[in-house]
């Protein structure tokens, strides 16, 4: 019997291709070209399965193109480039990798964290030009961690990973906001109070995002939520672009309106909003936060796990829908 056919659609470790090629038939993109929506539907036309990343689009077009495609297993927690109703009503199953990325990711908001509040990269430039010839009372000086109040927006696994740091760690005051309060006993471990947004947005001195991106969550920080942040407030978004209006933002920094914010994720990424490249007081990276290779290998492992179960006639280890079963065969 042959074997089910698979795309990988970005360039990954090796040795997990290898380990995908004992139960498919692979096609894969060593040289990780960047496919424009034809081409990946050209390759996936006799695709069952496909390991995709966020930078694949997943809609009812390519569905369309892909008779056979029955499952994307994303490589990211995030699923916000599957179109997941037209996945559905198409019988594809779409899966993610949730819990393999928590503490690395949480890890990361903290660093962006302190890296703004106290003007990490800003100060670095400043030196690396060579222009430190004196120091100074007010040189670089920033906000404090410890003892602040940390307002965080979106309370799902990452965003109690930053809870739990920052409580336990650096004694802070942690407020939050999210769709659903958590439990009383999350609520205590993470130390955390359930917050209105408005509330948050005016009390914290550091705000972190961590929602998922959505119709409904776009632009959760646009000119209006700035306004109500503190003059000495830091805007910290690991979560996806478009959760931010960056162009808004890019205005309240310039004008001071807020002291600072740190960026992994942007609208329209990889391009950057080019007025966030001008001003001074804002931390930015390259879409990061999951990125220390053993993650980035957990990552891709439980995508691969999920490519095999699922073909292999097991149900999908980590799924985001629940398609009705043999519309595609499977
Ligand atoms: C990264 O952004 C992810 O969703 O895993």
Known sequence: MSKPRILVARAIFPDIVDRLREHFDVEDNPADAIWTPHELAARLADKDGALTTGSQRIDAALLAAAPRLKICANMAVGYNNFDVDAMTSAGVQGTNTPDVLTETTADFGFALLMATARRMTESEHYLRAGKW??????????????GSTLGIIGMGRIGQGI???????FGMKVVYHNRSRLSPALEAECKATYVGKEELLRTADHVVLVVPYSAASHHTIGAAELALMKPTATLINIARGGIVDDAALAVVLRDRRIAAAGLDVFEGEPSVHPDLLTVPNVVLTPHIASATVPTRRAMANL???NLIAFLGGQGPLTPVNQPAPGLRGQ
């Open 303 to 305: 995508a691969a796990d």
């Open 133 to 146: 010839t004196k120091w100074s009372y007010d040189m670089f000086a920033g906000s404090d961690i410890h």
């Open 163 to 169: 809870a739990r740091r920052g409580a336990h760690g």
